[in-house]
């Protein structure tokens, strides 16, 4: 009987555990869902009974189990929203397309020709004096 441990092909999706098995980010957003949470159950417990109360103490809690868990491409959630907000609200929407016409395209490629040759022109002037 051999002792054997699986090793991950991809080292950098390895996560260190900090307690019960989660990383430290996961124990920071769950601390932070109950943290809201338990408020929330015992100020909505009285008017609207035991059920309601657990039921919107799970609805509270929900969102930060998500920020906690939920991880694609070795990006977390957050940063996952961070990018989709930056990219719908932050940046341009549209990019303007630039047509440039078959003349427009001459004409350029003649002025840097112009410009190559003046270059050249100082270089000569200034290796002979």
Do not use: H, W
């Not at 989709?84 to 303007?96: D, G, I, T």
């Amino acid at each position: 009987m051999a002792l054997s441990e699986e090793i991950p092909g991809d080292l950098s999706k390895v996560k260190q555990k900090v307690a019960l098995n989660l990383t430290a980010r996961q124990l920071v957003c769950f601390g932070i869902g109950f943290a809201a949470a338990i408020p929330v159950f015992f100020v909505v417990k009285k008017p609207l009974g035991m059920e309601m109360g657990a039921f919107t103490c799970m609805l509270v809690c929900i969102p930060f189990f998500i920020l906690g868990m939920y991880e694609k491409n070795g990006l977390s959630a957050e940063k996952i929203f961070f990018f989709a907000f930056r990219q719908k609200y932050l940046r341009v929407a549209k990019r303007p397309k630039v047509v440039i016409t078959k003349q427009e395209e001459i004409e350029r490629m003649e002025s840097v020709r112009k410009e190559i040759e003046e270059l050249e022109s100082k270089a000569k002037g200034n290796i002979k004096g």
